[in-house]
């Protein structure tokens, strides 16, 4: 091969991949920012809720892909912080505190707090039933920030 034609070929790689890093990085960006649920410390039975709300609500949040911890950029980890029934106000209260920090090295990235509440119904099996329900949109409430953020 000549010289002009290894120079050819050269240019022909080298731009082929430019192309695959620059697909790469919309390919990343469609996905959107990787974040894993982390632990969770809530009373009970609102453990397994708090992580199902996490994981329902993030993954309708605009740029984010909900993922395994060893594929995340981010760590979400999630509290209950106070849930009561307040017989006096006749309402169930929530709210939480959620953590974003990196994977690597847990850097704290945001704080992110939730509160909702419910008009407390009259039978005890009723509270029960409400408390996830409230407990989600705590959740849907500390969350709406993060699809306002850009996190890279």
Known sequence: MTRTA???CASIFVG?????SMLGDANAQRRGTAIAIGEMSAPGPLR???REALRDELGGVDGVQVTNARRARYVLRGSVTR???EPQSER???????ILADRRGGNI????EGRAAARLPDAEAEVARLRPEVLRAAVRGALRPLGQQRLR
């Open 92 to 98: 169930l209260e929530c709210e939480v505190s959620l």
């Open 83 to 85: 849930i009561d029934a």
């Open 6 to 8: 290894l120079s050819i």
């Open 48 to 50: 397994g809720a708090l």
């Open 16 to 20: 082929v991949l430019l192309s695959g």
């Open 109 to 112: 990235r945001l704080i992110l």
